[in-house]
């Protein structure tokens, strides 16, 4: 299928977030950045009643340059842009976030709403990887 951060954006269930550092993959971006204005144009998912466009907030992250790769598989599908993994010959489970999107952000409490998508798209990240086993690559850390 692809890079499932390109499949969210297209159908509409995240937007992307401006990349902070200067060495990010601009390729990538470009690949995100036309899925969006595709999923805009379309008006689907988040851009269903799109009058203006949204700006992203911006959050400061650090870059890591080793950039590490390893194999895993999907325990845990917490949001549309969260997952919990185990890496393979690991026993402790990591939460991980998708670079350079946001998916709408689930309710925390009882009664309280979801945004608009925010359940399609933690579903369909779960119908996609969870059980699976991934490809990750660590783009930065947060501090």
Not at 31 to 36: C, E, F, G, S, V
Not at 104 to 126: L, Q
């Amino acid at each position: 299928m692809g890079d499932i951060d390109i499949e969210l954006v297209k159908k509409g269930l995240a937007k992307i977030l401006i990349p902070q550092d200067e060495d990010y993959d601009k390729e990538h971006f470009k690949k995100l950045k036309d899925a969006q204005d595709i999923s805009q144009i379309n008006k689907v998912g988040l851009w269903k009643d799109l009058i203006k466009k949204e700006e992203s907030k911006n959050k400061t992250k650090t870059y890591d340059p080793t950039k590490s790769k390893f194999d895993a598989k999907v325990l845990e599908v917490h949001s549309g842009d969260s997952l919990t993994i185990l890496p393979v010959g690991s026993d402790e489970p990591k939460r991980i976030f998708l670079a350079s999107i946001k998916a709408p952000i689930m309710a925390r409490r009882d009664g309280d709403d979801h945004e608009p998508w925010a359940w399609e798209s933690k579903e369909f990240v779960r119908s996609q990887t969870i059980g699976k086993k991934v490809k990750i690559e660590m783009e930065f850390k947060r501090e």
